[in-house]
């Protein structure tokens, strides 16, 4: 006697099944839909496969594991590199007279350096910023103790910022006393020192931007207006005159320039002369029998005494 199959997918209460139910001759098969896993006949038993397989784990788990020991290394790196760069800022800073240069700016709070001559020491990021990182289109002049380059700083002061050349140990030392004594000089026919940058290897110094050139140009450029050219360079040369009578006799001590000449001789708006540039200059001894060790200036304008014996003086300007 032949028995009737019984479908046991229609029979879910006897029959549970929470897949794919398949009926077969005298029994069934109760599968998890494809992709997923697990049992079947229990009620939220199938689960999506996961696709990662063992391996694969390992191989992310340990590229992860590499990558992130490179991130630390490289960070820690960054970090020496960050102190390395900080320490050797401070000590270009003290080598420079920084700390010299602090002292007295505070002991000399309420003159023109503490007060409102504001003059300031600059951060080397300063002045990168201001001059576009010392891109070439913002040179004004390149001369034999440096490069000058125009600057904006954040205030929105036009200035000229002077990148010099190596700088002897001697001047180094010197060079915190020189730039606050500098930094004080409030003459309208010199350029005005506003501040410097000390945490570099060699300083560089800040000045007020003077828009209209040098003399020089003046005078060998397409501008010279004729009819008024002898007029203008009697005013301009009596200006530069009392420009280093002002150094020479009110500024304390002395300060000579060395290195007069007509590309040193800066013109404003108003054609007003603006004496420039003190890369050769030096404080006027205290011992008249001092004498400097070293001759600087630019050949052709050098004072032929000072040539001969290194001894720079007020004449030697003059």
Sequence with gaps: MQTEDIDECHLKDEYPCYG??????????????????????????????????????????VGVGVFMSVFMCFWLYLGLQKRKLIKAKRNFFEHNGGVILQQQMRSNRGTAVGGGGGFKIFSEEELEKATNNFATDQVLGRGGHGIVYKGVLEDETVVAIKKSKMMEKSDIKEFAREMLILSQINHRNVVKLLGCCLDVEVPMLVYEYVSNGTLYHFIHGKELNNDTALDTRLRIAAESAEALAYMHTSASPPILHGDVKTANILLDNNLTAKVSDFGASKLAPSDEVQIATLVQGTCGYLDPEYLMTCQLTDKSDV
Excluded at 22 to 51: E, F, I, M
């Design 20 to 61: 794919v139910c398949t009926n077969t001759p005298g029994s069934h098969t109760c599968q998890c839909p494809p992709g997923t896993s697990g049992g079947a006949t229990a009620k939220n038993g199938c689960r999506p496969k996961d696709n990662f397989t063992l391996a694969l784990k390992t191989v992310i788990g």
